[in-house]
């Protein structure tokens, strides 16, 4: 796989899972160089290595002669396999999720982003009500497995409900087992990380293994919340950081927020304003590109994630 340009920078998550699926990955710049340049690199590099991708990643203009290259290579490699493919269609085609741009300036990516049909809708629903009895089961033994422990090790409530932004940007109150201390946020509203000191023990355990989203079977019986969908966030954060920092991100909230999501199994936790788009771009992926064959997927991931304690 060869990329032509830095216009998306690929993280070391997708960067690992690049190269266990096309060996080699290497980067060409595009920036400040003439045609001549950049032709005369990709012509060393085939030279002495196989690539069967070029991956146009670049913001400036490709001009003429390295298209009529480029569009000749397939010819004069003599391989039907090898394709020229551009960023966007890239990063839907082999890393499911929808690109975004830095500069907010071409947006018609958003065109094919709309709600789901009725028909997508009544196959969620039916998702949804198998749902509510598989997780009801689960949560009467483990709220009381829970609550012993949170009386050991953070004696307090059970449950901890919060304001969150669900479909058409309606705030809801969201329900989860307790698992930071009583007094999270006195010193501020702040982002859970990694090794934070306000989730005791089993908190932690409960993080990892998505036991304390249980509770949110009732936001799914009061219509609030699917299976399966954007994880809600909390609409400070959406105001502060996220609307201003990525101006499109409320279009996650054309579908139900989920317990789990697309986002969830295929990028680790989320600490900062980056991981925010990150995220969004799989959730708009999921959104573009749903189907009942992906919701099982995101249901197969997620017990995979549950049973192997990765709490991604």
């Known amino acids: 796989m060869l990329v032509l340009g ?36 990709i012509k060393g590099i085939l030279e002495n290595e196989n690539f069967t991708l070029i991956v146009l990643n670049t913001k400036a203009k490709v001009d003429d002669e390295l298209i009529k290259y ?16 551009s960023i966007e269609h890239f990063l839907e085609k082999y890393l499911h999720k929808c690109y975004i741009p830095e500069d907010h300036t071409d947006l018609h990516y958003l065109d094919d ?6 028909f997508q809708n009544f196959q969620k629903k039916i998702v949804d009500i198998v749902a509510i009895f598989f997780l009801f089961l689960a949560f009467i033994p483990f709220r009381f ?11 307090g409530s059970l449950y901890f409900k919060q304001l969150r932004v ?39 355990i409960m993080r990892k293994t998505r036991i304390d989203e249980l509770p949110q079977v009732f936001n799914i019986i009061k219509g609030e919340m699917s299976l399966i969908g954007p994880r809600p966030e909390r609409k400070y954060w959406i105001e502060k950081d996220f609307e201003k920092n990525i101006p499109y991100y409320n279009q996650r909230h054309i579908v139900k927020p989920g317990i789990t999501g697309w986002a969830q199994v295929m990028y680790p936790y989320g600490e900062n304003i980056e991981d925010a ?22 249901i197969w991931k997620t017990i ?9």
């Not at 982003?113 to 009725?118: A, L, N, R, T, V």
């Open 113 to 118: 982003i709309k709600p789901f049909s009725h």
């Open 145 to 155: 497995i829970v609550k012993k422990k949170i009386d050991e090790e953070s004696p």
């Open 6 to 41: 830095e216009k998306y920078k690929f993280t070391n998550l997708e960067l690992e899972r690049l190269k266990k699926k096309f060996q080699n990955v290497k980067t060409i710049s595009y920036k400040n160089k003439n045609s001549e340049n950049v032709i005369d690199e």
């Open 70 to 85: 480029l569009t000749n290579l397939k010819f004069e490699l003599n391989n039907k396999k090898f394709e020229i493919i």
């Open 277 to 298: 788009k990150q995220k969004l771009m799989y959730d708009l992926y999921y959104i573009k590109y749903w189907n009942i064959g992906l919701e099982l997927r995101v």
């Open 304 to 312: 995979l994630v549950i049973l192997h304690k990765k709490g991604i």
């Open 166 to 204: 669900g479909l058409n940007n309606e705030e809801f109150e969201c329900i989860k087992f307790r698992s930071m201390v009583e007094d999270a946020e006195k010193n501020g509203i702040a982002f859970a990380k990694k090794g934070d000191s306000r989730i005791f023990p089993f908190g932690e």
